[in-house]
C-alpha cells in the first residue's frame, strides 16, 4: 500500500471514530511531521481538541498491512486518552512524586482506557487492533526481565491488556517477579477502576509499597551484614589475632537501619524515595511507530503538499 494511501486511511479511519462518539468535538487534527508518535488534547466540559502526531511518512514507499494496522491502533488508542482520561490527577501525581509514579499510571491507565473504547462501541474493530499492536510490540523488542524494576510500568501495561483478555504471545511474567504480591494486587484494582484518578490512588499506593519492599530488604541485608561483623569479631581469624590495628573500632562499620526520604508505613512516599526505579521501557508505543516508519520516512520535501490530494502533510477536520 503506498503511504499515500495509508495517510488517507488514517486520517479517514480516525474520521469516522473521532465522530462517533457521544462526546462534543471541536476539531482533530492529524500530523504527518513529527519526530516520534503522540497526541496533544484539551478538554472543556464533553467537549474534545486533539491533535495526533505521526512521524514524517513517504507517500510514495510501499507499506505493509500489518504496519498500517498497527498506525490504526496505536492512533485509536491515542484518541481513548482524549475520551477517557483525565489528565488533572495524573499531572499533579507526577508533579508531587516524580516521573516514575507518572509512568506507573500510564501503565495502569492504558488497559483501562483501551477497556472503555472497546466497550463504548466507538471503534468497532479496536480490540483486534490493540490486541495486535500489544504482539507486535512485543514480537518486535520482547519482553522485560520479571526481575527488573525500572520497567515495571511496562510490564503493568501488557499484563493489564491481559486482564482485559488480549491473547498475548508472551507468558505472563509477574510471578516470577520479587513485587508480584504487590503487582497482581495493582493491576487487580486497576481492572475494575472507573476513573484516572481511581489509577492514580493505586499508583501512589503501589509505589508506597515498592519503596516498602525495598526499604526492608535492605535493612534485612545490613542486619545481616551486622551479624556476619559482629561473628567475625567474636571468632578473629589466626591474621586478626596477631594484627589487630586493623580492626574496625566499636560503632565504626555500623549503618543507620532508617533510610532518608522513606516513609514510613501509614504515610506516603517523598519524592526521590524509588531513584532506583527510574527509567525503564516506555509505556506508550511512541518508538514502535516511530521504528515500524523510520524505513518509510523521506529526509527530503518532508513537508511538501500531496499532488493527487492537493493537501498539506496533515489533515483537519472541524466539527461544531
Same mark, same amino acid.
Given at each position: 500500500?503506498?503511504g499515500?494511501?495509508?495517510?488517507? !486511511?488514517?486520517?479517514?479511519?480516525?474520521?469516522?471514530?473521532?465522530?462517533?462518539?457521544?462526546?462534543?468535538?471541536?476539531?482533530? =487534527?492529524?500530523?504527518?511531521? !513529527?519526530?516520534?508518535?503522540?497526541?496533544?488534547?484539551?478538554?472543556?466540559?464533553?467537549?474534545?481538541?486533539?491533535?495526533?502526531?505521526?512521524?514524517?511518512?513517504?507517500?510514495?514507499?510501499?507499506?505493509?498491512?500489518?504496519?498500517?494496522?498497527n @498506525?490504526?491502533?496505536?492512533?485509536?488508542?491515542?484518541?481513548?486518552?482524549?475520551?477517557?482520561?483525565d489528565?488533572?490527577?495524573?499531572? $499533579?501525581?507526577?508533579?508531587?512524586?516524580?516521573?516514575?509514579?507518572?509512568?506507573?499510571?500510564?501503565?495502569?491507565?492504558?488497559?483501562?482506557?483501551?477497556?472503555?473504547?472497546?466497550?463504548?462501541?466507538?471503534?468497532?474493530?479496536? $480490540?483486534?487492533?490493540? =490486541?495486535?499492536?500489544?504482539?507486535?510490540?512485543?514480537?518486535?523488542?520482547?519482553?522485560? =526481565?520479571?526481575?527488573?524494576?525500572?520497567?515495571?510500568?511496562?510490564?503493568?501495561?501488557?499484563?493489564?491488556?491481559?486482564?482485559?483478555?488480549?491473547?498475548?504471545?508472551?507468558?505472563?511474567?509477574?510471578?516470577?517477579?520479587?513485587?508480584?504480591?504487590?503487582?497482581?494486587?495493582?493491576?487487580?484494582? /486497576?481492572?475494575?477502576?472507573?476513573?484516572? /484518578?481511581?489509577?492514580? $490512588?493505586?499508583?501512589?499506593? @503501589?509505589? $508506597?509499597?515498592?519503596?516498602?519492599?525495598?526499604?526492608?530488604?535492605?535493612?534485612?541485608?545490613?542486619?545481616q551484614?551486622?551479624?556476619?561483623?559482629?561473628?567475625?569479631?567474636?571468632s578473629?581469624?589466626?591474621?586478626?589475632?596477631?594484627e589487630? =590495628?586493623?580492626?574496625?573500632?566499636? !560503632?565504626?562499620?555500623?549503618?543507620?537501619? !532508617?533510610?532518608?526520604?522513606?516513609?514510613?508505613?501509614?504515610?506516603?512516599?517523598?519524592?526521590?524515595?524509588?531513584?532506583?526505579?527510574?527509567?525503564?521501557?516506555?509505556?506508550?508505543?511512541?518508538?514502535?511507530?516511530?521504528?515500524?516508519?523510520?524505513?518509510?520516512?523521506?529526509?527530503?520535501?518532508?513537508?511538501?503538499?500531496?499532488?493527487?490530494?492537493?493537501?498539506?502533510t496533515?489533515?483537519?477536520?472541524?466539527?461544531?
Amino acid at each position: 500500500m503506498l503511504g499515500l494511501h495509508v495517510k488517507r !486511511g488514517v486520517e479517514t479511519t480516525l474520521e469516522r471514530v473521532f465522530k462517533s462518539s457521544d462526546n462534543k468535538f471541536g476539531k482533530l =487534527e492529524v500530523h504527518w511531521n !513529527g519526530t516520534t508518535a503522540g497526541i496533544n488534547f484539551s478538554k472543556q466540559g464533553n467537549q474534545i481538541d486533539a491533535v495526533i502526531v505521526l512521524p514524517n511518512l513517504d507517500e510514495n514507499s510501499n507499506v505493509d498491512n500489518g504496519t498500517f494496522s498497527n @498506525l490504526i491502533g496505536y492512533s485509536i488508542h491515542e484518541l481513548g486518552h482524549a475520551w477517557f482520561t483525565d489528565n488533572g490527577p495524573w499531572d $499533579r501525581a507526577r508533579a508531587k512524586y516524580g516521573e516514575f509514579v507518572g509512568n506507573l499510571i500510564n501503565g495502569l491507565e492504558d488497559p483501562r482506557i483501551e477497556k472503555q473504547v472497546i466497550a463504548s462501541g466507538y471503534a468497532p474493530n479496536s $480490540r483486534v487492533l490493540f =490486541e495486535n499492536l500489544t504482539n507486535a510490540i512485543l514480537n518486535k523488542h520482547g519482553y522485560v =526481565e520479571p526481575d527488573d524494576k525500572k520497567n515495571i510500568p511496562f510490564m503493568l501495561a501488557i499484563e493489564g491488556r491481559r486482564l482485559n483478555g488480549y491473547a498475548i504471545g508472551f507468558e505472563s511474567i509477574v510471578d516470577a517477579s520479587p513485587y508480584s504480591k504487590h503487582l497482581k494486587w495493582a493491576l487487580n484494582r /486497576a481492572n475494575t477502576a472507573k476513573d484516572t /484518578a481511581s489509577i492514580v $490512588r493505586i499508583a501512589i499506593e @503501589l509505589y $508506597r509499597r515498592l519503596v516498602e519492599q525495598d526499604k526492608q530488604e535492605k535493612q534485612s541485608e545490613q542486619k545481616q551484614d551486622k551479624q556476619s561483623e559482629q561473628d567475625n569479631q567474636d571468632s578473629p581469624s589466626e591474621v586478626d589475632s596477631i594484627e589487630d =590495628e586493623g580492626e574496625p573500632q566499636p !560503632g565504626e562499620n555500623e549503618v543507620s537501619e !532508617g533510610a532518608p526520604n522513606v516513609p514510613g508505613d501509614d504515610e506516603s512516599p517523598e519524592p526521590g524515595a524509588g531513584k532506583s526505579f527510574e527509567g525503564g521501557r516506555d509505556v506508550e508505543p511512541n518508538q514502535f511507530v516511530k521504528d515500524i516508519l523510520k524505513s518509510h520516512s523521506s529526509t527530503a520535501d518532508s513537508f511538501r503538499s500531496r499532488p493527487s490530494a492537493n493537501k498539506p502533510t496533515y489533515s483537519t477536520f472541524n466539527w461544531c
